[in-house]
């Protein structure tokens, strides 16, 4: 990032912004090369933020089955004791366990890659406007 802000900045030719404008560097085609390499850099993006707001919930849905047919199992017997229930929903339970381990791996790699795209797209900005007071 330093070599930006110096003088004698240059940008090197195989650099994806000077690649994508085929060293024509006028505000516009500059600006659409920005926009392509950060659509680029953020598919998938997407699909993780998805992944880390739903597997809570589906995590939640699997205990809830769980439980569900634990007491539709446990309806027939006349009589069942601690015992017997706490496993079964203790088991249900690791999908809850499951649905937020998910989403915390999810969540986190998420915020990683945003943040990096967000870098990209000011170093890119700060090339554009080099590029553009140079030519």
Partial sequence: MDDLTSRSATLSPMSSLNKCSNSVHTKEILHACEINIIKDASSGITW????ASTSPFVGLFGTVVGILESFAKFSNESKVG?????PAISEALVATAAGIFVAIFA?????ILVRKVYE????????????????
Wanted: proline share 0%; no cysteine; glycine share 4%.
């Fill in 48 to 51: 993780l933020s998805i992944i």
């Fill in 82 to 86: 601690f015992s017997v229930i706490a």
């Fill in 107 to 111: 969540y986190t790699f998420h915020q």
């Fill in 120 to 135: 990209l797209n000011t170093y890119l900005k700060a090339q554009s406007q080099i590029l553009i007071a140079k030519g």
